[in-house]
């Protein structure tokens, strides 16, 4: 199954200030939701970002905030983006039945957000070099339970060239120079 991107958002769950430095290879995460950020952008394929209890945690990191569109921000407090009404709403409002995930930490507020949206019917995409948490062995048991529950696991190049399906167009230009 491809990730179409005139059917997929980009969910970016909780790459935040205070969180960053206790994540395995934070740089990474950061990078590659970076370039999904751009690629989403240029593609005009609609974000979602959510913050755990920014009072406590901070909020979304400086770079990754920077290329939020506006008003794509949801607080919450539930670990699962789903558990929260707020960012239920804004999901159904963008209309679209694949999400593509990227974020931390991958075994608790990744994991849950991407089992609710599959027992919800969303196909679930979870970008496995743009997640993290503190041990690598958390991340790497939350991707084989999620696979095991029907996410596909993918990479954020993956992402980037199925969203744009095919070459020779000033969209595949702009995104190719993101990935070199």
Not at 7 to 18: E, G, H, K, P
Not at 37 to 45: D, E, F, G, P, S
Not at 60 to 78: D, F, I, Q, R
Not at 150 to 164: D, N, P, Q, S, Y
Request: charged share 25%.
């Amino acid at each position: 199954m491809l990730i179409k991107a005139d059917r997929s958002c980009l969910l970016v769950v909780d790459i935040q200030d205070r969180l960053l430095p206790a994540m395995a290879a934070p740089e990474r995460v950061i990078a590659n939701a970076t370039l999904l950020l751009k690629a989403a952008a240029r593609l005009v394929i609609p974000v979602l970002a959510s913050e755990q209890y920014p009072k406590g945690l901070g909020h979304t990191e400086v770079s990754v905030a920077a290329l939020l569109p506006k008003g794509a921000v949801v607080e919450k407090m539930h670990f699962s983006c789903v558990g929260d009404d707020g960012f239920c709403l804004r999901f159904g409002e963008l209309g679209r039945s694949q999400a593509v995930v990227v974020g931390m930490e991958t075994h608790v507020c990744v994991l849950q957000t991407v089992l609710d949206l599959l027992g919800r019917g969303t196909e679930v995409f979870v970008v496995a070099d743009a997640v993290s948490s503190r041990t690598e062995e958390s991340r790497q048991m939350a991707l084989e339970r999620m696979r095991q529950a029907g996410a596909r696991i993918v990479t954020a190049e993956m992402v980037a060239f199925e969203w744009l399906a095919r070459a020779g167009t000033p969209e595949f230009k702009d995104i190719s120079k993101l990935v070199k």
